[in-house]
């Protein structure tokens, strides 16, 4: 479904491309070579040892390392044959129809609870696949009082809060109890989802509902929220496909396949698509399985995407903007996270902007550190057709994906997902890890257990001079602006450090600087 402007055209030789895909798609549907490295969590001194090879390309000794420490590594390249493995065991997909089936028998909302890669494909199946019949599905991926305030009016049909606050009991139990939570965590840990869980309970205690008949877990075998799930009956205990256990995020219930990876072949998508397209979920992944075969072999296809990329990388062009017809907006978020945090390491990798609204007339601001991933739907009208005309006889890169229709949009997750390994292998990078994630999630735990641990955030903000810092007496949010302030003119920081001076407001200075620096850009 790829077709793509090529350097010297798309009849251009391409041995050595193909070559370097087959190389690549050897190594990473064997699990084997360089993706033995970069495709597996490693444990202790190791992985920061197979990390530095890796990064100046020593791939041999590399290798050679991690072939003798096979018992401290976890793979996570499970999303590599998960199409074919789903085919392979049909049984598995008829679960997932079954339990969608009660949902849609028994429930009229369904709430998916989650973060990151674990909620991500919600959103894009609701949009992609509008039903009508279907229950109204939801997400909750915050623990922001406003978010959960917004879920229950959309639960209960309140206009505002004052009549949702007018509710009796009985009223809310009556709207709740056409509602089904489904609490997602590949960790089991996520404090976040922990956090709405217990919101949750909170919720339908006073009601009377009890949580075993309105929550399910999705989670890994055996993390603690899958010994809750299993100690308190968050399962689908009156579903015909009931077996007495949480659901497992993954089919096969192994452990290899990440949160951004999660998409297309896991229940984490599966889910919501049986729920929105009945009995159409072998014939979907029927579908993407045969959009992505011999891949490798193709010049257009989504590993020589990744070669595109990598080579772009390695000039400066390190910034990919999506191009995507409304219809796929949702896309842009979830492919801007498998990016990002796949590749986003070390100082490397590829950004992804997801959204820009960009037109013709933004052409002359532009800088040329961009890439353009241009997705079109055939037969559909192309809102960037006069965008990339024009960025093309710029001379900027544009690849052009068309899909045939909507349902490609899982060849296209699975596609994308290819995509990173050349762009791995070319930069050193680990594609399955997630240092920066680990980290966050324990600066959160810290945060709101009060462990007394260590907050980098915290520290960090105390390094910062109080020139360059406003608390916003209303919320209590810090502005920290110290790196906003180092883009500006010396001229410009003294005028904003005196207008902080003089009682500027926290919303004020950040107008400024950004008025300050979109001149800078104008002038530039």
Known sequence: ??????????????????????????????????????????????????????????????????????????????????????????????????????????????????????????????????????????????TDPEAKVGLLLALTGAPDVAALKQMTVDELREKLKQAQFIVTSKSGETREVRENLAWIKSLLHPTGLHANDHVWVLTDPHTALWREAQARGYYPSSSPAANREPLLIQLDKGSDIGGRFSAPGTRVLLLPLALLRPGQLQTLLRRAQERLADDAERPDGFLALGQFLAERARHGRDKVTCLLPPVLQPMGAWDEQLVEESTGKSGKGVMVFPDEGLTVEDLPYLSRDRVFLHVTLRGAPDAHAALVEALRRRGDPVWTITLESV?????????????????????????????????????????????????????????????????????????????????????????????????????????????????RQTEA
């Open 1 to 142: 479904p790829a077709s793509a402007d090529r350097p010297g055209g798309s009849d251009a030789p391409d041995d050595a491309g193909l070559a370097e895909r087959r190389q690549i798609w050897k190594e990473l549907a064997s699990k084997s070579g360089r993706f033995l490295v970069i495709g597996g969590k490693w444990k202790g001194a190791i992985g920061k040892q197979l990390k530095a090879l890796a990064a100046v390309g020593q791939w041999d000794e590399a290798i050679a390392l991690a072939r003798q420490h096979p018992k401290q590594r976890e793979d996570r390249l499970g999303w590599i044959d998960v199409l074919d493995r789903l085919l392979a065991q049909p049984g598995s997909l008829q679960d997932v129809e079954a339990e969608a089936r009660w949902l849609r028998e028994k429930r009229q909302h369904v709430v998916f609870v989650g973060q990151g890669g674990s909620i991500l494909s919600v959103p894009v199946a609701q949009q992609l696949w509008p039903n009508p019949e279907a229950p109204q599905i939801h997400w909750l991926d915050s």
């Open 407 to 519: 349902d490609d949009v899982l060849s296209l997750q699975a596609g994308l997902q290819r995509a990173l390994a050349p762009i791995g292998v070319d930069q050193g990078i680990n594609l399955v890890d997630q240092d920066a994630v680990d980290d966050y999630k324990r600066i959160v735990e810290a945060i709101l257990s009060d462990t007394g641990e260590a907050d980098p955030l915290r520290e960090r903000l105390q390094q910062v001079s109080p020139s360059h810092r406003i608390t916003d007496p209303a919320t209590g949010v810090t502005l920290v602006f110290d790196g906003l302030m180092a883009l500006l003119a010396d001229a410009d920081r003294i005028a904003l450090e005196h207008a902080k001076a003089e009682g500027a407001s926290t919303a004020e200075l950040y107008a400024e600087i950004l008025r300050l620096m979109q001149r």
